[in-house]
């Protein structure tokens, strides 16, 4: 990765994320329906290249659908809508299929976010953190592996390991030519770190007065902040036998491997459409989506198994 594009990378995560804490403290509701507006267009933009131009007109309707989703208070309704919505688009339109997916992914996983965003700030911040240091260890270490071998060349003789880490490799690169099995790892192990340490950040912010102390007034939010044990994990009954932070490192495993997945699915799906990255919107990332992707699938994990 060039210098310049690391600098630009930086600069959009220093100015982006406290503008979407703020916004998670105050406004939920806006920041995520946004987040899922803004998404909807662009997956509307990957669709695959031989897509059929006779298409359904309500694949069109898809981002304000992908609103009335998320907006669901209801999982029966949710899946009611969606079993409407997948009846009336059906044919074998290669762009329908596309739309389909968008449902079961966009917008299914924007309204776990909502349902995380307006029930509980720590959990919010707590999910949101681990999956963001997931997609950055997976950056550094993709960008580690580069130079290592780039400066030890003879680090890949052929033994049986890296036989088989070629043979993963290999098909990594036929996914995104960028992604590595270094990348992977280091992307769960930053996960896992976020999920043991970040709590007591948390914890020591949102306990505190921190927040009211620099936001004042306006501290004023619909969504409940932290008690002494919210990030325990208590009433987890799969968990409870094990110590929190053997709790905690299975969390975060879970979530940084359900998010690599999302983002190997858009990846996926970008192949398909031809396209490197799925906007412009963020400079030095690409789209909203290509953020957004690992929070889709690991989304639904969190709030059905650990917050209810």
Known sequence: MPRNELLVRLCTVSIGVPIVVALLVNRPYLIVQSSNFLCALEWLRLAPNDTIVTTSPIVYLYPLLSLIIATCSNPLWLLSFLFATFHLATNNDTRVSHF????????????????IARTSLPHALYFMFIVWNCDTGALLGGKFTQLFYRKYPAANASTTIRRWLTVAQAWLKSISPKKTITGLVSGLLFGVATAVFFPAVIQSVLLGDFLKQYFGDYFQSPISYAEPDTLDFN??????????????????????????????????????????????????????????DSMLISSGIYFWCFMN
């Open 235 to 292: 009433n987890v009954s799969a968990l409870q036998s094990y110590s929190i932070a053997m709790r905690r490192i299975s969390i975060g495993f879970l979530l940084s491997f359900t998010g690599l997945l999302g983002d190997l699915m858009e990846s996926c799906v970008k192949r398909a459409a031809g396209k490197k990255d799925s906007g412009k919107l963020l400079p030095g990332h690409g789209g909203l989506m290509d953020r957004m």
């Open 100 to 115: 389909q997916q968008g449902l079961l992914f966009v917008s299914v996983g924007h309204y776990h976010l909502l349902q």
